[in-house]
C-alpha cells in the first residue's frame, strides 16, 4: 500500500498499532488506534512502524504458536518477511511526546520500491521536505 501510494503521489506515514478492542455491529473501538496515532505523529519520515504495543501483541502470539505447534512462522528477521518487514533506526522527531521511542526497531518496506531518483519521481513539489526525504532512503531508494 505504501510503494502504491508514493508512486500516486500520495506519500503516507504510520504505524500499526497494537491493543484492546470492542466490537457490536458495524461499530468497532480499539486503543490499537490511538496507539498508533501516538506513533505516526513522532516520525520524521515517510514510513510507518510498527509500536512497542504491536510488538507485544506479536510475541504473544509467537509464544501461543510454539507451544501449540512446536515451532512459530511468525518471525520478522526470516526472509520470510524481508520484503515487508525490516528491523533498523527510526527517524525520530527531536519534540517528542512519547515515553518509549526506541532508536531501533521493526518497520514496513513498502514491497518492490526500490527507485534512487524516487523523491523526484514521486513526491509532489510542495511535499518534497528535504529532511524527510532523507530519512525515507531506506524505505524507497535501496532494496
Known sequence: MMAKAMRDGFPLRGAIGGGDFYKDGEVMVSTALADAARYEKEQEW??????????????????????????????????????????GAIPWKKEGRLSERPAKTFYIKPFEMADNDWSSKYLPTYFNDPEKVINSHSLYGEK
Open 46 to 87: 515517510l514510513g510507518a512502524v510498527l509500536t512497542p504495543d504491536a510488538l507485544n501483541i506479536i510475541e504473544t502470539a509467537k509464544k501461543f504458536e510454539k507451544r501449540q505447534k512446536g515451532e512459530t512462522r511468525i518471525e520478522f528477521s526470516s526472509e520470510r518477511f524481508n520484503y515487508y518487514v525490516r528491523y
